[in-house]
């Protein structure tokens, strides 16, 4: 009967006794085993493999058992709730550290590879499609750009936001055309969760990061030339004025 199939996935649909099952408007229809064969929706139960070849007349077959293989269970590792979670919340708060500070050092490198165990494991899967990797790569540039000497007015920052939550979105719910309430939903946690961790941890690195030894042992403070002049000539330029040319944020030209 059409009407139990489509009572699984419309809550609309009630089904009266008259076909041995009977649910009320407003909830989705799950079958027992024993129900599944009083609607004639399964055939019959077995107990083996064995029993289950037995019962649909199949005899004397060789059975191969496989195992999950340690790929596998690494790609369902990365792919789960949680673990995704925590590697936005690390690869989002590396690229704030590393933007905030201007120094690319270890902490740099554990957002980038927190970001390419996320989304690599979500393409191999199949769930991300490739625009969510063009869209996020797209938004950290203009976040780049929005923090160098090129005047953006903050354009570039806002749509740099915009193609990163964009590219994470995409990233774990996958085709829209496919996209169930449930998917949904496991994306807005998910979301949320690794928002919310970067708040606190954004919050804690402005707070304390400039004043923690531990944190100064993960910039690369290694410099290629003798700054030396540099600071005899900013010495001679305070208490001057000048004429920005372009926008102070953080670094510009003045004249």
């Given amino acids: 009967d059409p009407r139990i199939a489509e009572a699984m996935v419309d809550e609309s649909v009630g089904l009266d006794s008259s076909i041995a099952v009977t649910l009320h408007a407003g909830k989705l229809l799950t079958l027992t085993t024993d129900d599944a064969i009083k609607v004639k929706y399964a055939d019959t139960t077995a107990e083996t493999v ?9 005899q004397a077959t060789d059975i191969i058992n496989t195992e999950e293989s340690f790929g596998d269970k690494l790609i ?26 201007g120094h690319f050092g270890a902490i740099t490198i554990a957002a980038v590879v927190a970001f390419a165990l996320f989304f690599g494991g979500q393409y191999i899967t199949s769930v991300a499609p490739f625009i969510a990797i063009v869209l996020f790569l797209a938004g950290i540039t203009l976040l780049l750009v929005e923090v160098s000497p090129v005047p953006t007015f903050g354009l570039a920052g806002v749509l740099g936001i915009i193609g990163v939550v964009a590219g994470l979105f ?20 998910t979301l949320a969760i690794a928002l919310s961790g970067v708040i606190v941890l954004g919050y804690v690195i402005v707070k304390y990061g400039p004043k923690s030894t531990w944190l100064q042992k ?3 403070l290694a410099t290629t030339a003798d700054t030396t ?8 330029l305070i208490g001057k004025r000048g004429i920005t040319q372009t926008m102070l944020r953080p670094a510009g030209i003045v004249l």
């Fill in 50 to 58: 064995d029993g289950a070849l037995a019962a649909v007349g199949i």
């Fill in 76 to 101: 369902r590792f990365l792919t789960s709730a949680l673990v995704s979670s925590l590697l936005i919340m690390i690869g989002m708060a590396g690229a704030f550290y590393t933007i905030k500070t």
């Fill in 170 to 189: 995409l990233a774990l719910a996958g085709d829209l055309k496919t996209l169930t309430p449930e998917r949904m939903t496991q994306t807005f946690v």
């Fill in 218 to 220: 993960f910039r690369n």
């Fill in 229 to 236: 002049f540099y600071a005899s000539a900013q010495a001679l």
